[in-house]
């Protein structure tokens, strides 16, 4: 079991920065591939970036390539998310999620892919 707390969120202006993590507990990351995903109000969750159970490769949605950046440490259990040059439409509860190692790139988007997810946290981009 693992269990993931979000944290990082709060509310910045637009074209800021923002850098959320993620700490696993209970077991290593180790083996786990991770993703972020996000709900804004009233929308449905949506994937934000993925990286590989080895860190050697990172996909992200057309909504946040160039912008966002994932990461993960293994030996501290973490995954980040570096968020830069925010928008308003980035306003939304952003969750941390891990699954198998092999997942695949077909599967990276589909949130029933993931075992473990935290319980989010909101980041609000003021205009």
């Known amino acids: 079991q693992v269990q993931l707390v979000e944290s990082g969120g709060g509310l910045v202006q637009a074209g800021g920065s923002l850098r959320l993590s993620c700490a696993a507990s209970g077991r290593s990351f180790f083996g786990y591939a991770l993703g972020w995903f996000r709900q804004a109000s009233g929308k449905e969750r949506e994937f934000l970036a993925h990286?590989?159970?080895?860190?050697?490769?990172?996909y992200y949605s057309d909504s946040v390539k160039d912008r966002f950046t994932i990461s993960r440490d293994n030996a501290k259990n973490t995954v980040t998310l570096q968020m830069n040059s925010l928008k308003p439409e980035d306003t939304a509860v952003y969750y941390c999620?891990?699954?198998?190692?092999?997942?695949?790139?077909?599967?990276?988007?589909?949130?029933?892919?993931?075992?473990?997810w935290g319980q989010g946290t909101q980041v609000i981009v003021s205009s």
């Open positions: 999620a891990a699954g198998p190692g092999t997942i695949t790139s077909s599967q990276i988007m589909v949130q029933g892919s993931y075992i473990y």
């Open positions: 990286i590989t159970w080895n860190g050697r490769r990172s």
